[in-house]
């Protein structure tokens, strides 16, 4: 047997022996308890090689699904099941209480675990998991009044960006009537949260405070936000519970598909190139099992190269993503927006090559700077209470997002020859300041009170 052959015998024994021995721990034992000669003889040097993480319905999922599906975490020596949750509180919940190993979360469920708001644990993510991906979706009904309210709007193909400029008018006659628009997010410290606040506070509407004890963060609200399960989000809307949302894909095309709702700008001209999903586990996690997370943020970073390598790439994990024990929706669906167009309304589908980033752009690193960006969104509608200075938003950021052991897997990738150096951003954790915004605010992260001082709707400190 030459040594080529020899080799993938080897892997290929590796593979069945974990996926087998695995499968009868799960059957008849606690996870994780294999013994540990039989580990080192299968080559395994993880401390935990049976895992369970927590996903929720979305495409943004794929980094977890791909890394499972393309053998990569196999290759670290890991047996992973992925488990579908209801909502993202029951996902948070379960990955403190250990019943998950780790999860695919909300980039703000780790920082608000951290400071407090909800339910306290230290909670951390060596791994950003994708770029922009979202969008927000009006009814069919709304969509006809803001093209009313603005004649542009009323075209085959509008131009675009569209602001909520146009909503304006009608956001204050609903408000005057007692009958204020309602809108569906999914997580009160979700990035759909505080993407569509942004878009809305841009033109001037104010989508309310989380303060004097509102939990709602409707105090002084223009419009009323409400939390909506993303896979719940196209049948809601279609009720006219509420007549708007913002939701990851593929929730936005799915309203265009049923014929029940026009996404009308999608997260990326909100802000370009902005942070998404996160892998997050508890701090005692990692601490208990760290070369188990190094393994498996190896896996997930080959995903994303996986992921953004190719266009064919990309229809493959259509597929995956399109069965029913991952997001289960129509697989023309979540190409319309995997696969570099975007649909936002029929006959209106454009070329956007960047709506779903999962390597590119530095895309999985976990940046102090994207941490602190949405502690200052935190603070804006009041989530966080008080005043704080820079520093505790910098000390905060590095106890939450962990590069260090990121770049312990990306070293480890490369010398392995499955990444490039390049691949691996020379940073210190903050980039450069950045204006892409849709009101051409500046955003730096070493200064959060300048910024969050330049906003007109919004707390100021």
Same mark, same amino acid.
Request: charged letters at 20%.
């Given at each position: 047997?030459?040594?080529?052959?020899?080799?993938?015998?080897?892997?290929?024994?590796?593979?069945?022996?974990?996926?087998?021995?695995?499968?009868?721990?799960?059957?008849? +034992?606690?996870?994780?308890?294999?013994?540990?000669?039989?580990?080192?003889?299968?080559?395994?040097?993880? &401390?935990?090689?049976?895992?369970?993480?927590?996903?929720?319905?979305?495409?943004?999922?794929?980094?977890?699904?791909?890394?499972?599906?393309?053998?990569?975490?196999?290759?670290?020596?890991?047996?992973?099941?992925?488990?579908?949750?209801?909502?993202?509180?029951?996902?948070?919940?379960?990955?403190?209480?250990?019943?998950?190993?780790?999860?695919?979360?909300?980039?703000? *469920?780790?920082?608000?675990?951290?400071?407090?708001?909800?339910?306290? +644990?230290?909670?951390?993510?060596?791994?950003?998991?994708?770029?922009?991906?979202?969008?927000?979706?009006?009814?069919?009904?709304?969509?006809?009044?803001? #093209?009313?309210?603005?004649?542009?709007?009323?075209?085959?193909?509008?131009?675009?960006?569209?602001?909520?400029?146009?909503?304006?008018?009608?956001?204050?006659?609903?408000?005057?009537?007692?009958?204020?628009?309602?809108?569906?997010?999914?997580?009160?410290?979700?990035?759909?949260?505080?993407?569509?606040?942004?878009?809305?506070?841009?033109? %001037?509407?104010?989508?309310?405070?989380?303060?004097?004890?509102?939990?709602?963060?409707?105090?002084?609200?223009?419009?009323?936000?409400?939390?909506?399960?993303?896979? #719940?989000?196209?049948?809601?809307?279609? #009720? %006219?519970?509420?007549?708007?949302?913002?939701?990851?894909?593929?929730?936005?095309?799915?309203?265009?598909? !049923?014929?029940?709702?026009?996404?009308?700008?999608?997260?990326?001209?909100?802000?370009?190139?902005?942070?998404?999903?996160?892998?997050?586990?508890? &701090? &005692?996690?990692?601490?208990?099992?760290? #070369?188990?997370?190094?393994?498996?943020?190896?896996?997930?970073?080959?995903?994303?190269?996986?992921?953004?390598?190719?266009?064919?790439?990309?229809?493959?994990?259509?597929?995956?993503?399109?069965?029913?024990?991952?997001?289960?929706?129509?697989?023309?669906?979540?190409?319309?927006?995997?696969? %570099?167009?975007? &649909?936002?309304?029929?006959?209106?589908?454009?070329?956007?090559?960047?709506?779903?980033?999962?390597?590119?752009?530095?895309?999985?690193?976990?940046?102090?700077?994207?941490?602190?960006?949405?502690?200052?969104?935190?603070?804006?509608?009041? *989530?966080?209470?008080?005043?704080?200075?820079?520093?505790?938003?910098?000390?905060?950021?590095?106890?939450?997002?962990?590069?260090?052991?990121?770049?312990?897997?990306?070293?480890?990738?490369?010398?392995?020859?499955?990444?490039?150096?390049?691949?691996?951003?020379?940073?210190?954790?903050?980039?450069?300041?950045?204006?892409?915004?849709?009101?051409?605010?500046?955003?730096?992260?070493? !200064?959060?009170?300048?910024?969050?001082?330049?906003? !007109?709707?919004?707390?100021?400190?």
């Amino acid at each position: 047997m030459n040594s080529k052959l020899s080799s993938n015998f080897r892997e290929t024994t590796r593979r069945q022996f974990l996926k087998t021995t695995a499968k009868g721990v799960l059957a008849g +034992a606690a996870l994780g308890a294999l013994h540990p000669l039989a580990l080192r003889a299968a080559g395994v040097t993880v &401390e935990k090689p049976v895992l369970k993480f927590g996903f929720i319905k979305l495409t943004d999922c794929a980094p977890l699904v791909i890394a499972k599906e393309n053998g990569y975490f196999d290759d670290e020596g890991l047996y992973v099941s992925l488990e579908a949750q209801a909502n993202w509180k029951i996902l948070l919940d379960r990955v403190i209480s250990g019943e998950l190993d780790g999860a695919h979360m909300l980039a703000g *469920q780790p920082i608000a675990a951290t400071i407090g708001i909800g339910t306290k +644990a230290n909670v951390i993510t060596p791994f950003s998991m994708d770029l922009n991906g979202n969008g927000i979706t009006v009814s069919n009904d709304l969509w006809k009044q803001m #093209q009313e309210a603005d004649p542009k709007l009323n075209v085959p193909q509008p131009p675009h960006p569209i602001s909520a400029s146009a909503l304006a008018p009608i956001v204050k006659r609903n408000k005057d009537a007692g009958t204020p628009l309602k809108f569906g997010m999914v997580f009160p410290v979700s990035t759909h949260n505080y993407y569509l606040r942004y878009w809305l506070a841009a033109a %001037g509407i104010s989508p309310g405070y989380y303060i004097n004890g509102d939990t709602t963060g409707t105090t002084n609200a223009d419009v009323l936000l409400s939390v909506t399960p993303p896979p #719940q989000m196209p049948a809601t809307l279609a #009720q %006219g519970t509420i007549c708007g949302y913002c939701v990851g894909e593929p929730w936005n095309e799915q309203a265009v598909f !049923k014929g029940i709702g026009v996404p009308v700008i999608t997260d990326y001209e909100i802000w370009k190139n902005n942070p998404e999903k996160v892998f997050g586990v508890t &701090e &005692e996690w990692a601490g208990k099992n760290p #070369q188990t997370l190094i393994a498996v943020v190896k896996a997930l970073i080959r995903a994303g190269q996986w992921l953004d390598a190719s266009h064919d790439n990309r229809v493959k994990a259509c597929r995956i993503l399109s069965q029913p024990q991952y997001v289960g929706a129509d697989e023309k669906v979540i190409a319309n927006s995997m696969t %570099g167009t975007f &649909e936002y309304q029929k006959g209106d589908k454009r070329s956007l090559p960047d709506f779903n980033v999962f390597f590119r752009y530095d895309a999985t690193y976990p940046f102090y700077s994207d941490c602190i960006w949405f502690l200052t969104q935190m603070r804006r509608w009041g *989530q966080i209470a008080e005043a704080k200075p820079d520093e505790w938003y910098a000390a905060t950021a590095k106890k939450i997002y962990r590069p260090e052991i990121y770049l312990q897997a990306a070293k480890a990738l490369i010398a392995e020859g499955k990444i490039k150096s390049t691949d691996v951003p020379e940073t210190d954790g903050f980039k450069a300041p950045d204006s892409n915004f849709i009101d051409g605010i500046t955003f730096d992260g070493r !200064k959060p009170n300048d910024y969050l001082n330049q906003f !007109k709707v919004g707390l100021k400190d």
